[in-house]
């Protein structure tokens, strides 16, 4: 099955800072997704993201599917941004979605 | 809110017990999906349905199954617990077969 890993496995942020998250994926994928699990234990849709680039607010995705992987930008970081980051990869038809072993963020004050 | 429902959120039980976690999907979504996080552990895929038939099928153990009712709604059954049974159970669930994933707050599994 697909293989994707993340890095880097762990990262402290100073308030402010801005830090990109990578995620890479062993095969071609239909879909793509970035969860931010905060320190409850959700997990929070961020950005479905096969191709190309979005951004919502403070945050932007970037998918290079032909290159097979996906970055993550955290820019001005919070306190909130705290958590473990996932991404999760789908090869399409039988095969399941995969997800890697995260990024924990800590972002201190 | 996501509005994919799981209950209970908290269990606690004994080694060699049974129970059932519950789920309840996104109003439109056919397909449901279960995972399993142990703590500080990233998310094993467990198994997938979508409207009523296995999709695909992760490591499963043997003593854990599932089903989707035609309802929708999906229950995961696990069985002649044990301590390494413990963790965060999560159900997720999309439109299509392949969608955009949503999930519930999961359902938090304590075997003693």
């Known amino acids: 099955g697909i293989q994707v890993e993340q890095s880097p496995p762990d990262l402290i942020l100073q308030e402010g800072a801005n830090s990109t998250l990578r995620c890479n994926f062993s095969d071609s994928v239909n879909n793509l997704q970035w969860f931010h699990q905060n320190p409850w234990g959700q997990l929070i849709n961020l950005f479905y993201?096969?191709?190309g680039t979005k951004q919502n607010g403070r945050l932007s995705a970037t998918t290079v599917a032909t290159e097979r992987y996906s970055l993550l930008y955290i820019s001005s970081s919070q306190t909130t941004d705290s958590g473990v980051y996932f991404c999760a990869a789908d090869p399409g038809g039988y095969q399941k979605v995969t997800f890697g072993t995260g990024t924990k963020l800590q972002v201190i004050p | 809110d996501s509005g994919v429902t799981q209950t209970p959120k908290h269990l606690i039980t004994a080694t060699g017990q049974r129970v059932t976690l519950r789920c309840s999907p996104r109003s439109g979504d056919l397909s449901v999906y279960w995972y399993q996080q142990s703590l500080d552990q990233g998310l094993q895929f467990l198994i997938q349905?979508?409207?009523?038939?296995?999709?695909a099928k992760g490591n499963i153990l043997e003593r854990f199954s599932a089903q989707q009712f035609p309802d929708l709604h999906s229950e995961l059954n696990l069985s002649s617990l044990e301590l390494g049974d413990s963790a965060l159970y999560f159900c997720a669930s999309s439109v299509a077969p392949a969608g955009e994933l949503f999930f519930g707050e999961g359902s938090r599994l304590t075997v003693l």
């Open positions: 349905y979508y409207n009523g038939e296995e999709r």
């Open positions: 993201i096969p191709s």
